[in-house]
């Protein structure tokens, strides 16, 4: 069964820091794995796609890694800002058809 | 426009009553889903229909039931409402090359049961 964990829950960082967050998964077998961020009361806002033949996804500010033999996916923010603050979940579509969603991290990006 | 909307966007409700929500998309996807997200924030899918076929059925209680007229619209239908029914409830939709395209969500719609 395919688990989806997401380290840390939660994180607090100065503006300007860059940070990376970290989502594994138990089982390689996926098609692809999307980063979406969630800010409060709000719904899921597509960031970043990588596909399974790829390793690396940017847009902008935001770059997202995906390494399937060690089951990890990264998502690297560079220079936060405030507006970056929300919760950032990462999914992935496995073969069984579904879409598969981690706990997500808590980003607070303080002024 | 709105690419995948759901309404309503709030709805309370006494336990024991039925109450749907719909779901609409513009984007032309085949495939369309129903997640769920609870206290803790957690997505769960509930239910997954490719051309208007159910193709994915969780381990759902069956007062839940999911219609898709057609495959721009998949509506849920809740039965018999409990207080642990109260979440938010997110659709979503992919292309018909759902495994390689990406999943966009709706705004939600924040049930809750009193």
């Known amino acids: 069964k395919q688990e989806v964990t997401q380290i840390p829950a939660a994180l607090s960082v100065p503006e300007g820091e860059n940070l990376v967050l970290n989502c594994s998964f138990t089982d390689s077998a996926i098609y692809n794995l999307q980063w979406f961020r969630q800010d409060p009361g709000k719904g899921l806002t597509s960031l970043l796609l990588i596909q399974s033949s790829q390793r690396e996804q940017t847009s902008g500010r935001l770059n997202a890694s995906l390494d399937k033999s060690s089951g990890r996916s990264t998502l690297y923010i560079a220079a936060s800002q405030p507006g970056d603050s929300a919760t950032y979940l990462c999914a992935l579509y496995n073969q069984g058809g579904k879409l598969i969603f981690g706990q997500g991290t808590e980003l607070s990006v303080k002024p | 426009d709105t690419a995948v909307s759901q309404t309503p966007k709030y709805l309370v409700t006494q336990m024991g009553n039925d109450k749907s929500i719909k779901c609409e998309q513009n984007l032309g996807h085949d495939t369309m889903y129903w997640y769920k997200q609870d206290s803790k924030k957690f997505l769960k899918i509930m239910f997954s229909y490719n051309n208007k076929e159910l193709i994915i059925n969780e381990t759902v209680p069956n007062r839940f039931s999911p219609k898709s007229p057609d495959k721009a619209h998949l509506n849920l239908h809740i039965n018999s409402l409990e207080l642990g029914d109260s979440a938010v409830y997110f659709c979503?939709?992919?292309?018909?090359?759902?495994?390689?395209?990406?999943?966009?969500f709706g705004q939600g719609t924040r049930l809750t049961v009193v």
């Open positions: 979503a939709s992919s292309s018909n090359r759902a495994r390689l395209s990406e999943a966009f």
